[in-house]
C-alpha cells in the first residue's frame, strides 16, 4: 500500500500551481525588454525582434540591447521600434521604421526627458521568401547619448531628439527623378514655457545601403506672444 504524503495540501497545491522554471527565467529575461510600436499588417508577421536583428548585427533577443552601441552608463544600449510604416516603392512593398537608442537605463521606454538628448535610427526592409531583408540604414553610432566630444571620432548618421521634439516618418511620393522616390521625416519641436513651436522636414535618399540627408528646410516657426501681452 502505498504512502501518503506528510506535506499539508496547500503546500501541494501551491507546487502544482506554480509556473516551470523555465518559465519563470524566460520571464526575467523579457521583464525589461523595451516596448517597440506595431508593426503594419503587411509585416505583421514578423516581430521587432525580426526588425532589429536584421538591423543592429549586435542586438541580443533576450535583452533588447545591441553590444556595440554602448549607453551613458557605458553599457550596450536598449533599441525599439519607435514608429513603423509601410512604403510602396518600385511597385514593391517596404518596410521603414525610425528606432530609438535609449540613451540610459532610465530611459528604455517612451521619449528622453525634456532637457536631455537622444538618438533615433532610420532603416528600410523588405520581406522576401518570408525572411526581411535590410534595404538600407543609417550608420549607427557607437553612443547612445549624445556627447560632442565623444562624436569627434563616431561618423555616424543618427537622429539628435530631445524631449521637447518629436521624430515622424512623411511618406508623402517625394520624387527625387523619375526611378528615385525619397523619404521624408518631420521634426516638431515645441516648449511651452517658452513658447515656441517649429517642424522641419528633412528629406533622405537611399543610396547603395545607407540612408543619407539630401534636403533639410524649416516648415514651420512660430514665437507666440504671451498671454499677459509682456
Same mark, same amino acid.
Given at each position: 500500500? +502505498? /504512502?501518503?504524503?506528510?506535506?499539508?495540501?496547500?503546500?501541494?497545491?501551491? !507546487?502544482?500551481?506554480?509556473?516551470?522554471?523555465?518559465?519563470? +527565467?524566460?520571464?526575467?529575461?523579457?521583464?525589461?525588454?523595451?516596448?517597440?510600436?506595431?508593426?503594419?499588417? =503587411?509585416?505583421?508577421?514578423?516581430?521587432?525582434?525580426?526588425?532589429?536583428?536584421?538591423?543592429?548585427?549586435?542586438?541580443? %533577443?533576450?535583452?533588447?540591447?545591441?553590444?556595440?552601441?554602448?549607453?551613458?552608463?557605458?553599457?550596450?544600449?536598449? !533599441?525599439?521600434?519607435?514608429?513603423?510604416?509601410?512604403? %510602396?516603392?518600385?511597385?514593391?512593398?517596404?518596410?521603414?521604421?525610425?528606432?530609438?537608442?535609449?540613451?540610459?537605463?532610465?530611459?528604455?521606454?517612451?521619449?528622453?526627458?525634456?532637457?536631455?538628448?537622444?538618438?533615433?535610427?532610420?532603416?528600410?526592409?523588405?520581406?522576401?521568401?518570408?525572411? &526581411?531583408? &535590410?534595404?538600407?540604414?543609417?550608420?549607427?553610432?557607437?553612443?547612445? /547619448?549624445?556627447?560632442?566630444? /565623444?562624436?569627434?571620432?563616431?561618423?555616424?548618421?543618427?537622429?539628435?531628439?530631445?524631449?521637447?521634439?518629436?521624430?515622424? &516618418?512623411?511618406?508623402?511620393?517625394? %520624387?527625387?527623378?523619375?526611378?528615385?522616390?525619397?523619404?521624408?521625416?518631420?521634426?516638431?519641436?515645441?516648449?511651452?514655457? =517658452?513658447? !515656441?513651436?517649429?517642424?522641419?522636414?528633412?528629406?533622405? %535618399?537611399?543610396?547603395?545601403?545607407?540612408?543619407?540627408?539630401?534636403? +533639410?528646410?524649416?516648415?514651420?516657426?512660430?514665437?507666440?506672444?504671451?498671454?499677459?501681452?509682456?
Amino acid at each position: 500500500m +502505498a /504512502a501518503r504524503s506528510s506535506l499539508p495540501w496547500c503546500v501541494v497545491l501551491a !507546487v502544482l500551481l506554480s509556473p516551470p522554471a523555465a518559465a519563470l +527565467a524566460q520571464s526575467a529575461q523579457t521583464a525589461d525588454l523595451p516596448k517597440s510600436a506595431a508593426l503594419p499588417p =503587411a509585416f505583421a508577421r514578423f516581430s521587432a525582434a525580426d526588425v532589429l536583428a536584421r538591423v543592429f548585427d549586435g542586438y541580443d %533577443r533576450k535583452t533588447g540591447r545591441v553590444a556595440t552601441i554602448l549607453n551613458e552608463e557605458k553599457k550596450p544600449a536598449h !533599441v525599439s521600434i519607435a514608429q513603423a510604416k509601410p512604403w %510602396r516603392v518600385a511597385g514593391q512593398d517596404h518596410l521603414v521604421v525610425i528606432i530609438q537608442l535609449a540613451p540610459d537605463e532610465s530611459s528604455i521606454d517612451g521619449p528622453v526627458c525634456g532637457n536631455c538628448a537622444g538618438r533615433m535610427l532610420m532603416a528600410v526592409l523588405k520581406a522576401q521568401d518570408n525572411a &526581411l531583408t &535590410l534595404v538600407a540604414r543609417q550608420q549607427p553610432p557607437k553612443r547612445s /547619448a549624445t556627447d560632442d566630444k /565623444a562624436d569627434d571620432d563616431d561618423d555616424h548618421q543618427a537622429m539628435g531628439v530631445t524631449g521637447h521634439g518629436t521624430l515622424s &516618418l512623411d511618406l508623402a511620393p517625394y %520624387r527625387l527623378n523619375a526611378a528615385e522616390t525619397l523619404i521624408g521625416v518631420r521634426y516638431v519641436h515645441m516648449w511651452i514655457p =517658452a513658447r !515656441v513651436f517649429s517642424e522641419s522636414l528633412e528629406l533622405y %535618399r537611399i543610396q547603395g545601403q545607407r540612408i543619407t540627408s539630401v534636403f +533639410a528646410a524649416d516648415v514651420a516657426d512660430r514665437d507666440y506672444p504671451p498671454a499677459n501681452g509682456d
